[in-house]
């Protein structure tokens, strides 16, 4: 008996009792989706979440300084270190590439009819963001651009100038741009920043497509020359992003950097702290892993426990069908062919019910993506097909002994069965 | 040359050793050769089931030898045994044994597929036998959409389909009217004049009349093997 022929009679049996066989696909199927759903999503999450981060750029070193001392006012009394270490750092320019400041402030942005106090984050019912979000406001060097991977699409970037005159320019994300300029040229318009005007002189290119999402989230900023901070009533930022030429160079000038800080700040009233910016990253891809292995663990649990009940239908079906058993093998049916049938028939029933586990679970990636990520996450081609090949295995792993057992009934006892 | 069955002291016991102990078949020596037409008579429990399965490689005997056309039939394995009720004995039961689930036509072809012989080959067999038992037209149908004798006769076409020399019927017309159980009885004599040997499994005598020799049971033993004038159906 070949294996086109009993592929054919297990579909026959399968179809033969439609009610059974799904309430038993049930288990396989909720199974697969739920393993499905988690995979991808997570999947999906990591792998967008890195985009992100190397949209930004990598090899940054975040440099922070802190002080415990404040004023009668209980401001910080710490210290402008930033014209030193930028000095410092273009001085080491085999290593390092560029120093900026990453502070970023709260203030109300003003063009025309555009305010920002006016946006908020919102979204629709499938998660979609909606209207305009309020633009990120950073204080930055002419180094900013460098540091974020940024490249100038009109106009011009910020210069060293602009932060040592104090010059009221600023430039623009291209998600903020269009948000307060639309399809007008933003260079050479003014915008009001808590009521101080200030020029735009240049906009950033996008460095993700609006549609992919983030790019809503990571290219709405708008830069301003760190000095601006006096206009602007901010405090003086005591968090620097180093972009070091390469991951070797990082690790030396992490080292360099480190050096020089301890030269410089007084460790009686304060401290520094010299790292690399995917720290944070790390700890989050490895939080994320272990949330998915919790999950993970559960959905085959749920696995598990449908094929158990595909073992359990399987048996049933052996013991009803002990007659028809007996009956093939009269009339020649060798064990092997007993044993081929029954497998064959467990694992269509499975692979028929990881094919609706798969588009269940694609869809659940769908409404999980939506809801807690605000993602679009379809699942990855590779996932599909392990999905698939795993509930097939489930259904010959599971079926094996039913299997088996069919095949050991001896021709005359199952003959006289009823 | 070998005979084409033969059965040396036989016993097939059940709970052996034990007070319950049950002697099926008890020491039964029989030859049967190619083209003969048999009998097997007895009354219920007299053993002429047990007979038949070990006769069709069903089921294997407690002690005593049996050849099959040569062959020890003890010596061989489940795939072996499997091999030779596909190829050469053809059963028909009782209680026809089809396949529910499967139509008219699937069920003769089952032992070709077991063969492994191609889908058009197959289905020519199969229709052959068919059209042999005058059922060609109700090939589509399932069995349960049949008359007793018309299943019987699917039965007989999946037994003749893959044409083997020997064709095991046990009471084939035991749940047939006496009409229907005539015509079984008359096809079965038709297939023994073109050369197949037939044992016939039965506990009435009216039926045993149409074989040419009869072997009588009684309590596991044969208590009589004649030859006798065949009433021709």
Redesign the interface.
């Known amino acids: ?2 294996i086109r ?1 009993a592929v054919k009679m297990a579909w ?2 399968i179809l ?1 009792k439609k009610g059974r066989s799904v309430l038993t696909m049930l288990g396989i199927i909720i199974g697969i989706a739920a393993v499905m759903t988690i995979v991808s999503a997570m999947n999906g999450y990591t792998e967008k979440t890195m985009e992100q981060y190397a949209a930004m750029g990598s090899n940054q070193l975040t440099v922070s300084i802190y002080s415990w001392m404040v004023d009668e006012d209980g401001n910080s009394m710490a210290k402008d270190y930033f014209p030193d270490l930028y000095d410092y750092c273009n001085g080491i320019k085999d290593y390092v590439m560029g120093i900026t400041p990453t502070g970023s402030f709260s203030a109300t942005v003003v063009y025309g009819t555009k305010n920002s106090s006016n946006m908020q984050y919102s979204y629709d019912e499938q998660g979609n963001p909606t209207g305009d979000f309020p633009p990120s406001l950073y204080l930055g060097s002419d180094q900013y651009s460098i540091c974020n991977n940024l490249t100038v699409q009109k106009g011009r970037d910020l210069t060293a100038l602009d932060s040592s005159r104090y010059n009221q320019v600023c430039v623009m994300g291209a998600m903020a741009a269009k948000t307060f300029f639309g399809s007008v040229d933003p260079v050479g318009k003014t915008l009001q920043v808590n009521g101080q005007n200030f020029d735009v002189v240049g906009v950033y290119a996008a460095r993700m497509g609006e549609d992919s999402g983030s790019g809503r989230y990571i290219d709405n900023f708008i830069v301003f020359p760190y000095t601006a901070n006096r206009l602007l009533g901010s405090e003086v930022s005591s968090e620097f992003v180093v972009k070091a030429r390469s991951a070797d160079a990082m690790v030396e000038a992490s080292s360099r950097i480190g050096g020089f800080l301890k030269g410089l700040v007084n460790t009686n009233t304060g401290g520094y702290n010299v790292y690399p910016q995917n720290q944070w990253q790390q700890y989050q891809n490895e939080q994320m892993g272990m949330i998915s292995l919790v999950l993970g663990g559960i959905a085959a649990i749920s696995l598990l426990v449908g094929g158990i009940g595909i073992m359990n239908i399987m048996l049933v079906t052996v013991t009803e069908r002990t ?2 058993i ?12 007993i044993v081929t049938q029954f497998l064959i028939e467990a694992a269509m029933l499975c692979g028929i019910g990881g094919i609706f586990g798969i588009l269940l679970g694609t869809a659940g990636s769908l409404v999980v993506g939506k809801l807690m990520f605000q993602m679009t996450i379809y699942p990855a081609a590779w996932i599909t097909a392990c999905a698939f090949s795993l509930s097939v295995a489930l259904g010959i792993v599971f079926g094996i002994y039913p299997a088996v057992k069919a095949s050991n009934l ?3 006892e199952a ?1 006289r069965a009823e | 040359m070998a005979h084409l069955v033969e059965l040396r002291t036989v016993y097939k016991i059940y709970g052996e050793g034990l007070e319950s102990e049950v002697r099926a078949l008890d020491g039964v020596s029989l030859t049967i050769e190619k083209g003969e037409f048999v009998a097997v008579v007895g009354q219920s429990g007299s053993g002429k089931s047990t007979m038949m ?1 070990v006769l ?1 490689c ?2 294997i005997p407690t002690r005593g030898d049996y050849f099959l056309d040569g062959t020890d039939v003890r010596e061989l394995t ?2 072996e045994l ?2 030779i ?3 050469q004995i053809g ?1 028909i ?1 009782q209680q026809y ?3 529910q ?2 139509t008219v036509l699937e069920n003769v072809e ?2 070709l ?4 012989i191609n889908a058009d080959d197959r289905h020519d067999m199969a229709m052959e036998a068919l059209e042999r038992v005058g059922l060609a037209g109700r090939v589509k149908h399932k069995p349960t959409e049949m008359s007793g004798g018309q299943q019987q006769r699917v039965a007989i076409a ?1 037994a003749i389909a ?1 044409k083997p020399p020997i064709i095991m019927a046990d009471e084939p017309t035991g749940a047939l009217d006496s009409h229907t159980g005539h015509e079984v009885l008359q096809f079965l004599q038709q297939l023994n004049r073109e050369g197949s040997t037939v044992i016939l499994i039965t506990h009435d005598n009216g039926i045993a009349a149409t074989a040419r020799r009869i072997v009588r049971l009684q309590d596991g033993k044969i208590v009589k093997d004649e030859v006798q004038e065949v009433d021709w159906l």
């Open positions: 008996m070949n022929q026959k049996s033969g007659r028809e007996g009956i093939r093998r009269a009339i020649g049916a060798q064990r092997s062919s001896q021709p005359v003959l | 399965n069709g069903l089921d489940d795939k499997s091999l009720r596909n190829k059963f039961f044994n089809l396949i689930s499967l089952l032992p597929i077991y063969q492994g999946r893959t």
